[in-house]
């Protein structure tokens, strides 16, 4: 083919329509804005022939292929071409606005029949292609369109014919375009959003604004009218919930006002929408309204004038199975699942979703902030390294305006009647320069109502000084450290957000509830969106029908970013991480603090009162036994207030007692089922501490020297002490061995994504983990003495943990007392190396035999808790299987520990083993050891171990969020140089 619209910089579109609002119009007297079941729409998704050329050189629109691809879809998604994930570098050469010339092309081919009339044309609506499209009808030349994101609109009348036609769509893999879309995702192709014809009269309504105001308790709603300047009678009627009409008009202008008196307003937490029916003589569009306004006083955003926090998430369109292709069911699933976990906004991150999107964020009540199809966060490293000085090249350069100023008002004006969207978003980390400018200008052309979001300030050294940000709205910042975010929120002048903080990939984040601890302190400090919603990765099965998961470098790309797109709070599939449950807990809708003997609720809603929208459920727990438990249903808390808890608790002295209060879901949302629990608190009433009492025994027990250490024996039990490896390396309980391998010390783990740095696995880490080889560490022992008494044989043991070519990382006098009854006490004095900053964990690490399956703890649970993410956690005792104490990452890595844990047992049919202190541990118990999820780079890979790996640790380094953001803080890192870890260690026969 000869067309070359897709290497002109000045050519974004050719023979669309104007941008226009979205709506789906239908014929007089119905009522509907469905695409479905709409006698004014042909919907074109469906099978369509597909042909597939390595080179657009090559296409041509000839001929029939015997391929058939469904529409939407993406073309890799079916085996064409090949996936192809990158962060931010771009996947071709920088060298706008030229593209490889080897760049492949899809041709699309399919037949539809129309019945044509000189009372009706047609109009062809493409809502989302990659990267751009060339239009043929009939073997005409239609148009031209680029902007993957983004509808665009062609009026096709006069290339249709009576009966059968044939539309033919070339779609090309790469535009110039594709130097605006360089987002962090898996660089698919083809066409992916809904393909349809709309049936309109001659004269219609084009486009339309509007736009709401309060006064006292009078609404204004004001439309704008675009009828291709010609004179059109146009009625308006305004229905509320119940559909009684409220208000109504009439004209023929360009503008029209109502009014509707004691309005109900809209906002997340109570999403009213009112129904809009405009007729013309020939068709009707049916639409939603939402009564609200935004604003910023001083530095507080206000919606409604009330004050709000953005407790949100960044969204991308992005499934295993389908790609960049999201269906309704599959929006609302995500939408269902940030309802039920406390998430009130969404980032459209980088990109407009699918209208229909907008519609449901509406219904559902969600904030967005709607952001422009824009990042051009590849010109960072388009000269080698990554430097700053490159960053802004393309808003800097006068050839990219056009396109940049077009992206941004295809946004606003297809989505300016959408009241969930309260901010927009000019794109994500492209830069500053003139082009950002000119942008802005456009957006506030289009639109004055909202507020106008840019983080990306970064501009090339020959603009120093060429550029302020008075024109923004917001401050907006990514991923800074807590101490730098609190400066931030104290001295904001505008409202303060962090449109990316706390990196989920992994097994994280850590500190989420120090950030939401800030979030409310400061009334600048507008909220957050953690990065991001859900794991990206592409699906795959075994032989057998499991699923694996792949990511970046699986499909023989050379240049990728592995693994760095799994960085959800959702795995692909939608089951939640941990730290979706971390997240929901910081989020929660109440918070209950105590203050002497009384405790007070406060309610973090922003709009409804507690007694509206929840019952708080009380238990009162002893050792993760129920007590007590009551409820307060009608306790009138408004927003934003604290009032004292009506609640009478019967005294419980001793230790292990917990009061937990539950925020559970009154009424069914559509949603939120009735009963569902939206988050809690948890007090410790204890009146002493636990202790830790040994069985008693009065039978003997004796200690024999073997070859390599001490035989220790009682009447049901023998321990074998390795005098080389300072710990036992077995433990016979009634005859049956309990250990599969001898126990060892332990001070690293596997790496989680978020130590890929400190831990040395990214290729600019510099002192790491791994240089300083604690991986590789060892106990190296020293002299050895026994001493025995009738009832107890003491084993002392100096030692240090030392590797090849390292100084000793630490040094331990551990002492083992073994009891008569089998008990053990351990022991362990350790003075860590002054220079090591931290270790990532101190402990013991047993291998039980593989059938030591069933796990009884008291601690932090049900799932996994680290020092710095367990917020969603809260004690009792729990019991799970070896296997569902597993957290099955996509990338294996350290997981399924348990923070502050009293007690831990496993077992299996014939023995139980214990463990307890009084000073809280971690513990871990696992199929896999550490070296096997270091090992491998897919879930999928692992191997059992054939054992039961159980850590007992002194302390666990917390998880923070450093894969893209600040480390672990220093009061969750493992940093202790002297301390002394006694426990407990108790194994015996169950009865």
């Not at 104290?490 to 984040?509: D, R, S």
């Not at 809260?874 to 296997?883: G, I």
């Amino acid at each position: 083919m000869n067309y070359n619209y897709h290497q002109d910089l000045q050519i974004v579109r050719v023979n669309t329509m104007p941008d226009r609002s979205y709506y789906i119009p239908c014929a007089p007297g119905k009522a509907t804005s469905s695409k479905e079941d709409n006698e004014r729409v042909l919907l074109l998704n469906g099978s369509w022939q597909f042909a597939y050329y390595p080179s657009f050189s090559e296409a041509s629109l000839e001929g029939n292929s015997d391929s058939v691809l469904p529409v939407p879809s993406n073309w890799q998604m079916y085996g064409f071409d090949k996936h192809q994930y990158v962060n931010f570098d771009y996947p071709i050469p920088y060298n706008p606005p030229f593209v490889p010339k080897e760049n492949p092309c899809g041709i699309y081919k399919r037949t539809f029949s129309v019945e044509l009339t000189e009372e009706i044309r047609f109009y062809l609506n493409f809502e989302g292609v990659d990267s751009c499209h060339y239009i043929f009808l009939n073997g005409a030349f239609v148009g031209y369109s680029q902007v993957s994101h983004s509808t665009a609109e062609y009026d096709v009348t006069p290339f249709l014919r009576d009966g059968e036609n044939e539309i033919a769509v070339a779609v090309l893999k790469w535009c110039d375009g594709t130097y605006l879309e360089a987002q962090d995702k898996f660089r698919l192709s083809g066409i992916f959003r809904d393909v349809y014809l709309l049936k309109r009269p001659q004269n219609y309504v084009r486009h339309y604004v509007v736009q709401t105001s309060i006064q006292q308790e009078c609404a204004a709603i004001s439309f704008k009218f675009d009828d291709f300047g010609k004179e059109l009678s146009k009625s308006i009627k305004i229905l509320d919930v119940a559909g009684t009409l409220v208000a109504e008009g009439e004209t023929c202008d360009g503008t029209l006002c109502v009014t509707i008196d004691h309005p109900v307003l809209w906002n997340a937490e109570q999403p009213y929408l009112y129904q809009m029916v405009l007729d013309t003589t020939e068709e009707r569009i049916v639409d939603t309204i939402g009564i609200r306004t935004i604003s910023a006083k001083g530095n507080v955003l206000l919606v409604n004038g009330q004050s709000i926090k953005l407790k949100g998430v960044n969204r991308h369109d992005s499934y295993p199975d389908t790609g960049y292709v999201a269906s309704l069911e599959q929006m609302v699933q995500d939408l269902q699942l940030m309802k039920q976990h406390n998430i009130n906004a969404i980032r459209t991150s980088h990109y407009p979703n699918a209208p229909e999107f907008y519609h449901l964020c509406d219904e559902y009540g969600f904030y967005v902030i709607d952001e422009g199809d824009m990042e051009t966060h590849g010109a960072w490293s388009s000269h080698g390294e990554r430097e700053d000085d490159w960053y802004a090249l393309m808003h800097h350069d006068p050839r990219f305006e056009t396109a940049v100023v077009d992206r941004v008002q295809r946004l606003v004006t297809r989505d300016i009647n959408r009241p969930c969207v309260l901010i927009w978003s000019l794109g994500n980390e492209s830069g500053l320069g003139f082009n950002t400018v000119a942008a802005i200008e456009a957006v506030r052309n289009l639109d004055s109502t909202r507020l106008l979001h840019y983080e990306s300030k970064n501009f090339m050294p020959e603009d120093q000084g060429k550029f302020n940000f008075d024109n923004l709205d917001l401050e907006s910042y990514m991923y800074p450290d807590l101490e730098t975010t609190e400066k931030l929120a104290q001295e904001c002048k505008k409202p303060l957000i962090l449109c990316e903080f706390a990196h989920a990939m992994g097994n994280g984040p850590g500190s989420l509830s120090e950030y939401y601890d800030l979030f409310y302190r400061y009334s600048g400090f507008a909220g957050g969106f953690v990065w991001e919603w859900c794991d990206h990765a592409v699906l795959q099965h075994d032989a057998d029908g499991n699923a694996q998961y792949l990511y970046g470098g699986d499909f023989g790309e050379v240049l990728h970013d592995g693994n760095f797109c799994v960085d959800g709070l959702v795995y692909p599939d939608r089951t939640p991480h941990t730290g979706l449950l971390e997240l929901k807990n910081c989020a929660r809708p109440v918070h209950v603090t105590k203050q002497g003997n009384t405790f007070w609720a406060e309610n973090k809603l922003d709009f409804a009162d507690i007694s509206d929208a929840l019952t708080i459920v009380w238990t009162l727990e002893q050792n993760g036994t129920k007590i007590a438990e009551g409820s307060i249903a009608d306790f009138n808390l408004a927003p934003h207030t604290k009032a004292q808890l009506p609640l009478s608790l019967p005294q419980i002295d001793g230790s292990r007692v917990y009061l937990k209060f539950e925020y559970v879901q009154m009424a069914e949302h559509p949603l939120i089922p009735a009963g569902t629990s939206l988050g809690f608190d948890q007090f410790d009433l204890s009146t002493e501490k636990s202790t830790v009492i040994l069985p008693v025994s009065h039978h003997a027990v004796t200690a024999k020297q073997t070859e390599t250490g001490w035989l220790v024996c009682g009447e049901a039990f023998s321990y074998h002490f390795n005098t080389t490896l300072g710990t036992f390396d077995s433990c016979v309980v009634d005859g049956k061995e309990c250990f599969a391998q001898p126990a060892e010390f332990d001070i690293y783990r596997a790496p989680t994504d978020n130590d890929m740095i400190e831990a040395g696995i990214a290729s600019y880490s510099k002192r790491s983990w791994k240089s300083l080889r604690l991986d590789a560490a060892y106990a190296y022992t020293y002299e050895t003495s026994v001493e025995q008494s009738n009832t107890c044989v003491t084993i002392i043991c100096p030692l240090s943990l030392v590797a090849d070519r390292a100084a000793p990382f630490c040094t331990i006098k551990a002492v083992y007392k073994v009891y008569g009854s089998g008990a053990v006490e351990v022991n362990l004095h350790v003075s860590v190396r002054k220079d090591l900053a931290y270790l990532p964990r101190f402990g013991m690490r047993y291998f039980l035999t593989e059938d030591f399956q069933n796990c009884t703890y008291f601690g932090y649970g049900p799932h996994e808790s680290y020092a710095d993410k367990h917020a969603g956690c809260y004690k009792s005792k729990f019991h799970a299987t070896v296997p569902e104490l597993f957290e099955d990452y996509i990338y294996p890595q350290e997981n399924g520990s348990h923070y502050d844990t009293e007690e831990c047992t496993l077992s299996n049919a014939a023995t139980a083993i214990k463990v307890c202190s009084t000073t809280p541990f971690s513990f871990c118990a696992s199929e896999y050891t550490r070296e096997e999820l270091a090992a491998k780079k897919h879930h999928f890979e692992l191997q059992k171990s054939g054992c039961t790996v159980w850590n007992i640790d002194y302390a666990m380094t917390g998880v923070g969020s450093g894969s893209c953001g600040p480390f672990t803080l220093e009061q969750y890192r493992m940093t202790d140089k002297e301390f002394v870890f006694d426990y407990a260690f108790l194994p015996q026969k169950k009865s």
